[in-house]
């Protein structure tokens, strides 16, 4: 892992016998202590006594108020620029509401503003997919959109009455969830390119909307109105099932949106907006407890930072003097709230950036000079403007006031394609690799669909004590595995590794194998007793038995000056961490290619494979080197992006958080692209396929008549995956389910295909009049299963629809 370890890392590792990586570490962050108290020598000062005396995170939040009591809020450090796309509404103020409203993107620094889209809805709401790569609004047609940041419309859908007015994407991206008046709540499946009711309105003249689908996808959270002022907020299963009331009330409008949201995937937040009452109130949705927070001020909306411990309250009626206060969401459940006044006046549409350093707000007027009147102004956290877009910067003239919404994605998506491989131990959180209890074969399958998508390519940390399971189910889902032997002082349990080594080997496909990691390290820092000589003659004998590539892993400076091992291995597999050599997360990703190509040039002959390099999303800080998410994404995006550009192989390190490596010093669960729960940490962007089917040209549905003829065209955007897949066509008709096939059609469940994704351009699988057809309602389906068996596996299904009705004849 590298030189530069810290003695309390060498300790704490020396005290512990694992078969994995263990890594160490421990956080004290929060956004005030980030961004202020770091910033002045006395908020240093108090911070570092009260760090020594172990204090509370509230207690530290406390002292940070006080510090502001003191300090002029716009006193804090410079932040890097900010980056991504702010996309918003207006309506020029010279046309009816009902068709004025417009889509603009634009680049927080005022360049490549664009206009996107000319009519949408009155409610103007707009929103990024997680992942940042497309923007939904609905249009003026009564239509949901979804489009590229280009304007190209990629999806289109019915919506309700007053749909557009709050609906969300999932934490997942892969679905938008709507209410629609007097109806219910609807959900529509981007994969499936479907509309579906989750919840039905069961009480006539009431109106179901504001869902949000909670952070771990199990739970929905929406409001229930009736008459003029009577709400309530029910909760269900995703699946629309157990519906629970969680609490109720009166005193907002029969519409109104009471800006509901998930804290966590117990706690919900939302407000009272409606005259007299101006309220902020916090649930637990299991208790059904909570507590109502009297604002006193009227506001009009309320924003979650990204992170979700800060809370965004924009104040004032709809026309300035509005005022914008924060709120820590950590107070919530205490017995006080304190409101940070950030002293900004004037807007009240308001979005954070993603990754929580700057917001944007609209503009404040100047009456005696229209066009040097700010539209939109860009501030970073501490209220330091940053950015003003004014009326002239526009083609056509906007006002202030007239700006609906804006959203902001500010975080470049992961996308897995360029991912080469990844680091994979399968223990979840009470699973231990020392004692137990072991990952079972359904845990680990479940990976794979996730380690699918994420990399072509997977290495493990051991092969025995359920572990050599992971290579027969890596074959099953067309995944690249290199299965590592652990060795240690314990011969005997070497003996089991290295046989189960080579069975791997010889009855499997596997890429290479690994014998042993950082085995020379663990023996030069007296953690084992296992020597180099020992490891090669390991080496030696399990490349006599197997026919593929044989190696083991240590850290850049072992193999700089052991050319010994070097000579024994087929290739290096070399671990680089920054973070245990106190790098900064300025100079990570430089750092890891620079060793790189510092082993590449001493060993040409050889070659050289990254076996790990990473960085923790929390902990303590080592030298330069400080954990966090917003720090271990931008090591992932700027590592990413140099790997590409040099071709340099490597695996990342690693796929899920251990929670079984707190004994390492707090950063050894930290290390995982996911949570331990398989959440993902940043926004991602899985390359997954994306099949599409049309009838005459048409996504349907669509009406024919026994005189017309119909074309079913399929196509295929493989999106650089090859896994092997079975491909489907199938038909449900008035007269069954069928299946095509290059034989014809049949009932039988059988594909049309088995074989590797490719990109198929637009290919004609039909072509015939309608007449002989009953008329009815026909659903055509085209799809890929990337669990190749020919059956249908719906976890790693990928498909597209199209309905077709076929009248009578006249």
Same mark, same amino acid.
């Given at each position: 892992?590298?030189?530069g370890?810290?003695?309390?890392r060498e300790?704490?590792?020396?005290?512990?016998?694992?078969?994995c990586?263990? %890594?160490m570490?421990?956080?004290?962050?929060?956004f005030?202590?980030?961004?202020?108290?770091?910033?002045f020598?006395?908020?240093?000062?108090?911070?570092?006594?009260?760090?020594?005396?172990?204090?509370?995170?509230?207690?530290?939040?406390?002292?940070?108020?006080l510090?502001?009591?003191?300090?002029s %809020?716009?006193?804090?450090a410079?932040?890097?620029?900010?980056i991504?796309?702010i996309?918003?509404?207006?309506?020029?103020?010279?046309?009816p509401?009902?068709?004025?409203?417009?889509?603009?993107?634009v680049n927080?620094?005022?360049?490549?503003?664009?206009?996107?889209?000319?009519?949408?809805?009155?409610?103007?709401?707009v929103?990024?997919?997680?992942?940042?790569?497309?923007?939904? @609004?609905?249009?003026?047609?009564?239509?949901?959109k979804?489009?590229d =940041?280009?304007?190209?419309?990629?999806?289109?859908f019915?919506?309700?009455?007053?749909?557009?007015?709050d609906f969300?994407?999932s934490p997942d991206?892969?679905?938008?969830?709507?209410?629609?008046y007097f109806?219910?709540i609807?959900?529509y499946?981007?994969?499936?390119?479907?509309?579906?009711?989750v919840?039905?309105?069961?009480?006539?003249?009431?109106?179901?909307?504001?869902?949000?689908?909670s952070?771990d996808?199990?739970k929905?959270? %929406?409001?229930?109105h009736e008459?003029?002022?009577?709400y309530?907020?029910?909760?269900?299963d995703?699946?629309?099932e157990?519906?629970?009331l969680?609490?109720s009330?009166?005193?907002?409008?029969y519409?109104?949106?009471?800006n509901l949201? /998930?804290?966590?995937?117990?706690?919900?937040?939302?407000?009272?907006?409606?005259?007299?009452? @101006?309220k902020l109130?916090?649930?637990?949705?299991?208790?059904k407890k909570?507590?109502?927070?009297?604002i006193?001020i009227?506001?009009?909306?309320?924003?979650?930072f990204?992170?979700?411990?800060?809370?965004?309250?924009?104040?004032?009626?709809?026309f300035?003097?509005?005022?914008?206060?924060?709120?820590?969401?950590?107070?919530?459940?205490?017995?006080?709230?304190?409101?940070l006044?950030?002293?900004?006046?004037?807007?009240?549409t308001?979005?954070w950036?993603?990754?929580?350093?700057?917001f944007?707000?609209?503009?404040?007027?100047?009456?005696w000079?229209? =066009?040097?009147?700010?539209v939109?102004?860009?501030?970073?956290?501490?209220?330091?403007?940053?950015?003003?877009?004014?009326?002239?910067?526009?083609?056509?003239?906007?006002w202030?006031?007239?700006?609906?919404?804006?959203?902001?994605?500010?975080?470049?998506p992961?996308? @897995?394609?360029?991912i080469?491989?990844a680091?994979?131990?399968?223990?979840?959180?009470?699973?231990?690799?020392?004692?137990?209890?072991?990952?079972?074969?359904?845990?680990?399958?479940?990976?794979?669909?996730?380690l699918?998508?994420?990399?072509?390519?997977?290495?493990?940390?051991?092969?025995t004590?359920?572990?050599?399971?992971i290579?027969?189910?890596?074959?099953?889902?067309?995944?690249?595995?290199?299965?590592?032997?652990?060795?240690?002082?314990n011969r005997?349990a070497?003996?089991?590794?290295?046989?189960s080594?080579i069975?791997?080997?010889?009855?499997?496909? &596997?890429?290479?194998?690994?014998v042993?990691?950082? &085995?020379? =390290?663990?023996?030069e820092?007296?953690w084992?007793?296992?020597?180099?000589?020992?490891?090669?003659?390991?080496?030696?004998?399990?490349?006599?038995a197997?026919?593929?590539?044989?190696?083991?892993?240590?850290?850049w400076?072992i193999?700089?000056t052991?050319a010994?091992? &070097?000579n024994?291995?087929?290739?290096?597999?070399?671990?680089?961490?920054?973070?245990w050599?106190?790098?900064s997360?300025?100079?990570a990703?430089?750092?890891?290619i620079? !060793?790189y190509?510092?082993?590449?040039?001493?060993y040409?002959?050889k070659?050289?494979?990254?076996g790990?390099?990473g960085?923790?999303?929390?902990?303590?800080?080592?030298?330069?080197?400080?954990?966090?998410l #917003?720090?271990?994404?931008?090591?992932?995006?700027e590592?990413?992006?140099?790997?590409?550009?040099?071709?340099?192989? %490597?695996?990342?390190?690693?796929?899920?958080?251990?929670?079984?490596?707190?004994e390492s010093n707090?950063?050894?669960?930290?290390?995982?692209?996911?949570?331990?729960?398989?959440?993902?940490?940043?926004p991602?962007?899985?390359?997954t396929?994306?099949?599409d089917i !049309?009838?005459?040209?048409?996504?349907?549905?669509?009406?024919?008549t026994?005189?017309?003829?119909?074309?079913v065209?399929?196509?295929?955007?493989?999106?650089?995956q090859?896994?092997?897949?079975? /491909?489907?066509?199938?038909?449900?008709?008035?007269?069954?389910?069928?299946?095509?096939?290059?034989?014809?059609?049949?009932?039988?469940?059988?594909?049309a295909?088995?074989?590797?994704l490719?990109?198929?351009?637009?290919? #004609?699988? =039909?072509n015939?009049? &309608?007449?002989?057809?009953p008329?009815?309602?026909?659903?055509?389906?085209?799809?890929?299963?990337?669990?190749?068996?020919?059956?249908?596996?719906w976890?790693?299904?990928y498909?597209?629809?199209?309905?077709?009705n076929?009248? #009578?004849?006249?």
């Open positions: 892992m590298g030189k370890v810290n003695f309390q300790l704490t590792t020396a005290r512990t016998s694992v078969k990586c263990i %890594f570490g421990g956080n004290y962050d929060s005030l202590v980030k961004y202020a108290v770091e910033n020598k006395r908020g240093r000062e108090q911070m570092k006594k009260i760090i020594e005396r172990k204090c509370s995170i509230p207690l530290i939040f406390s002292m940070v108020i510090l502001f009591a003191n300090l %809020f716009n006193a804090f410079q932040l890097t620029e900010p991504g796309k996309a918003f509404t207006e309506c020029n103020h010279d046309e509401i009902e068709s004025c409203i417009d889509l603009w993107i927080p620094d005022g360049s490549n503003l664009k206009k996107l889209f000319d009519g949408v809805d009155r409610y103007g709401r929103r990024f997919s997680p992942d940042g790569r497309y923007i939904a @609004f609905k249009g003026r047609d009564g239509k949901h979804i489009v =940041l280009e304007g190209n419309i990629l999806h289109e019915e919506g309700g009455e007053r749909s557009g007015k969300s994407w991206g892969r679905s938008i969830i709507f209410g629609a109806d219910g609807y959900r499946n981007l994969q499936g390119r479907r509309v579906e009711k919840i039905d309105t069961w009480v006539y003249r009431t109106y179901d909307h504001n869902p949000v689908i952070p996808l199990g929905i959270v %929406f409001t229930h008459w003029e002022s009577l309530w907020i029910y909760t269900a995703i699946n629309g157990n519906i629970e969680i609490t009330g009166s005193g907002t409008g519409d109104e949106h009471l949201n /998930w804290l966590d995937n117990k706690h919900i937040i939302f407000n009272i907006t409606n005259f007299p009452k @101006f109130y916090y649930f637990n949705i299991e208790t909570g507590k109502e927070i009297d006193g009227s506001f009009l909306d309320t924003r979650l990204p992170d979700k411990k800060t809370l965004a309250i924009v104040t004032g009626m709809s300035p003097p509005s005022k914008l206060y924060f709120i820590d969401t950590a107070e919530l459940s205490s017995d006080s709230v304190n409101f006044d950030t002293g900004l006046e004037g807007g009240f308001f979005a950036s993603k990754d929580g350093k700057y944007v707000i609209n503009g404040k007027p100047k009456a000079d229209p =066009l040097n009147s700010s939109l102004r860009i501030f970073d956290k501490s209220g330091k403007e940053y950015k003003v877009l004014k009326n002239k910067d526009f083609p056509e003239e906007v202030y006031y007239f700006i609906k919404d804006v959203d902001w994605t500010s975080q470049k992961v996308y @897995f394609k360029d080469k491989g680091c994979y131990s399968p223990f979840r959180d009470g699973q231990n690799p020392n004692w137990g209890p072991y990952p079972s074969e359904n845990e680990i399958r479940e990976d794979m669909l996730i699918k998508n994420m990399s072509n390519a997977i290495r493990t940390y051991g092969v004590k359920g572990l050599e399971k290579v027969p189910i890596a074959n099953q889902f067309n995944l690249k595995a290199s299965p590592g032997a652990w060795l240690c002082s005997e070497n003996e089991e590794e290295i046989n080594l069975n791997l080997a010889k009855n499997y496909k &596997v890429e290479s194998v690994i042993g990691n950082e &085995v020379v =390290l663990r023996y820092k007296g084992d007793t296992l020597t180099e000589r020992e490891l090669i003659d390991y080496i030696s004998r399990v490349k006599e197997v026919d593929v590539p044989v190696t083991t892993v240590e850290p400076h193999w700089d052991h010994e091992l &070097v024994a291995v087929d290739y290096i597999l070399v671990n680089i961490h920054p973070y050599e106190g790098i997360i300025d100079e990703a430089n750092y890891v620079e !060793k190509k510092q082993i590449q040039n001493k040409p002959h070659q050289v494979v990254i790990e390099t960085w923790p999303s929390d902990g303590l800080s080592n030298g330069k080197a400080v954990p966090s #917003e720090n271990q994404r931008r090591f992932v995006e590592f990413l992006d140099l790997a590409n550009k040099e071709g340099v192989n %490597f695996y990342y390190f690693e796929a899920f958080d251990e929670k079984w490596k707190e707090n950063v050894g669960p930290h290390w995982g692209f996911y949570y331990s729960d398989r959440t993902p940490k940043h991602i962007t899985a390359l396929p994306v099949p !049309k009838v005459n040209g048409s996504d349907g549905p669509l009406t024919v026994p005189s017309d003829s119909i074309s065209v399929v196509a295929l955007d493989n999106n650089w090859t896994n092997n897949a079975d /491909w489907w066509l199938a038909a449900d008709t008035p007269f069954g389910l069928w299946f095509f096939t290059f034989e014809g059609w049949t009932t039988d469940w059988i594909p295909y088995q074989g590797p490719f990109p198929l351009d637009s290919y #004609e699988v =039909l015939m009049p &309608v007449s002989g057809l008329p009815g309602t026909y659903t055509l389906y085209f799809g890929v299963d990337t669990y190749m068996d020919r059956n249908v596996t976890d790693s299904v498909y597209d629809t199209v309905v077709v076929i009248t #009578e004849a006249n």
